[in-house]
Nanobody, 114 residues
Framework: QVQLVESGGGLVQPGGSLTLSCAASGITFRFYTMAWYRQTPGIQRELVASITPTSTTNYADSVKGRFTISRDGAKNTVYLQMNSLKPEETAVYYC????????WGQGTQVTVSS
């Protein structure tokens, strides 16, 4: 059974930082491209960042220079370090694993507000 369990969401002030974690189980982690997406009500889910098995990264233009995605093969975990957060980045953030299958976590809420 594949599980992607996100954590680390919460309330943060504008300009603040958060680190999201996604612990994967039931997959051969080292073969999967891992990614973070986000979604707000009424808006299509958008790619925030991705990281391949060889740690090649890709970022949405809106987060370049502020967000960092990383992965730890020993822990089967992918991280998203988010700095200088903006109110418009309030969303549910989802972890995604893609290779032989395409799997999603349940999402974690990030609220950027003063």
């Amino acid at each position: 059974q594949v599980q992607l369990v996100e954590s680390g969401g919460g309330l943060v002030q504008p300009g603040g930082s958060l680190t999201l974690s996604c612990a994967a189980s039931g997959i051969t982690f080292r073969f999967y491209t891992m990614a973070w997406y986000r979604q707000t009500p009424g808006i299509q889910r958008e790619l925030v960042a991705s990281i391949t098995p060889t740690s090649t990264t890709n970022y949405a233009d809106s987060v370049k220079g502020r967000f960092t995605i990383s992965r730890d093969g020993a822990k089967n975990t992918v991280y998203l370090q988010m700095n200088s957060l903006k109110p418009e980045e309030t969303a549910v953030y989802y972890c995604n694993a893609k290779w032989s299958g395409n799997y999603w976590g349940q999402g974690t809420q990030v609220t950027v507000s003063s």
